[in-house]
């Protein structure tokens, strides 16, 4: 059911709705605990004035949404992007608490987001937006509160400006109130590469069920950023050859494989694929649609649609970015058994488990080595697997909504026990 008298209303907050009630119905939800369930808890909207490098003053607009605050601190990170909207940064707070509570960490649920495109920005006013941004929504943060994380338009750097400006106010060093730090400052060894990582090894785990090998196994990957570029690597370290990437300006599409380190080396030269001359150049539309045994958007929600869902090619549909599927693709993937599909919640688990092992790591002053992580990591990844898998199997659903009931119920029961209040 349709939220209508809320400010998040929007498409993809919509779209977080419609899969939440195919969950809650499989539950059996009580209305009530239903409706506080879904709706988010609280949000801040916040207005920053921010001086340019040529003197003006430019404002603005930034948000940060706690969805749910019953099973722990809210946990998610933050978007700069020129299209962000409240309503957006609703449905990905909402995801954040169900992929939260399905992976069994101790939090609830929330992300943040400023209207801009960073690309614009020189590097002094990016820095000058993040500490604003961050001196903001500071009143509603804090470790035990809510811990924000990098997502789409911010990185390492953007989280240490965040920190020190969060910490300058604390008057001690705090590093416990941000994931995905630079390891000098607190930082987990494994964050950078972790969403990227969880993505291929569900990948690895699930081709292995299908029993494909790594050497024919080819893979596209929408989003050549962090996610797509880290997912990207770790594949083709274990053999798989990869055939397509892209960003914002297109794809490119090479049959014999792309040269992944002249594409970071272009990329870090040009900053984008543009020009590329690792393969024919197409759109991302393109590129969804070309064959190819894994399929990974990594970019933005709402990519695959209605309209390309029947013609896709691939044997595995890796969710790397949030929401990437609409639900009417939803529907119609269902229908096709060549098909499968690992869940948003799921697959881009990798990320927040690591910035868990981040947070506790700051909280008790003692690092653990990058195998460690990566041990811990995968053991919680093949847990929520086998858990899914089986979910899937008792309720005869699609994988998404195994993983949502799993993911709901946690924060359901928690709420009815508690009562009204959280
Ligand atoms: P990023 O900013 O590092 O990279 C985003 C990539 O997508 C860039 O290559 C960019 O050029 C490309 N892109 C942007 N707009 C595009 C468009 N319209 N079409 C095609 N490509 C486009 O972001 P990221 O951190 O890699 O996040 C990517 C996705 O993964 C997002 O959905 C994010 O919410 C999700 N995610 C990220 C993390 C994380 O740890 N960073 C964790 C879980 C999920």
Not at 65 to 92: C, M, W, Y
Not at 266 to 286: D, K, V, Y
Request: hydrophobic residues 40%.
């Amino acid at each position: 059911m349709a939220l209508t008298n809320t400010i998040y209303q929007s498409p993809v907050f919509q779209q977080a709705c419609n899969q939440f009630d195919l969950a809650a119905d499989i539950l059996g939800m009580d209305a009530s605990v239903r409706e506080r369930t879904k709706r988010p808890r609280r949000c801040v909207v916040v207005s920053m004035p921010v001086r340019m490098d040529d003197g003006r003053v430019e404002i603005f607009e930034g948000y940060r949404v706690q969805h749910n605050l019953s099973t722990g601190p809210a946990k998610g990170g933050i978007r700069f992007h020129q299209d962000v909207t409240l309503g957006e940064v609703a449905a990905l707070a909402m995801w954040m608490s169900w992929k939260c509570s399905l992976a069994g960490l101790p939090y609830g649920g929330g992300k943040g987001g400023v209207v801009v495109d960073p690309r614009k920005l020189s590097g002094t006013e990016l820095e000058r937006l993040s500490r604003r941004y961050m001196q903001e929504i500071l009143p509603f943060i804090g470790p035990n509160v809510d811990i924000p994380a990098p997502d789409v338009g911010t990185n390492e750097q953007v989280m240490a400006w965040m920190m020190d400006t969060y910490s300058n106010h604390k008057g001690h060093f705090d590093p416990g109130v941000i994931t995905g730090k630079p390891v000098a400052l607190g930082g987990s060894l494994g964050r950078r590469e972790a969403t990227g990582e969880g993505v291929a090894w569900f990948v690895k785990s699930y081709l292995q069920d299908l029993n494909v090998e790594p050497e024919k196994t080819t893979v596209i990957i929408q989003g050549f950023g962090n996610v797509g570029s880290e997912a990207a690597w770790a594949l083709y370290n274990w053999g798989a050859e990869i055939t397509g990437i892209s960003d914002y300006t297109g794809g490119v599409f090479n049959p014999k494989g792309i040269d992944l380190k002249a594409a970071n080396a272009w990329i870090a030269a040009h900053q984008t694929l543009q020009e590329f001359p690792g393969g024919e150049h197409m759109t991302n539309e393109e590129l969804l649609e070309q064959p190819c045994t894994v399929l990974i958007p990594a970019a933005l929600e709402g990519v695959i649609t209605e309209k390309n869902a029947p013609k896709l090619k691939c044997r595995l549909l890796a969710e790397g970015a949030n929401g990437p599927t609409s639900n009417k693709a939803d529907e119609i993937l269902a229908q096709r058994d060549d098909i499968e599909l690992v869940p948003d919640v799921l697959c881009n688990s990798g990320g927040v488990i690591v910035s868990y092992f981040e947070w506790l790591q700051n909280l008790q002053n003692y690092y653990w080595t990058k195998n460690e992580v990566f041990d811990k990591l995968h053991r919680m990844l093949a847990k929520a697997k086998a858990s899914v898998d089986e979910t899937m199997k008792k309720h005869k659903c699609s994988r998404r909504t195994a993983a949502l009931v799993l993911g709901i119920a946690r924060v359901a029961e928690a709420k009815a026990k508690r009562g009204l209040f959280p």
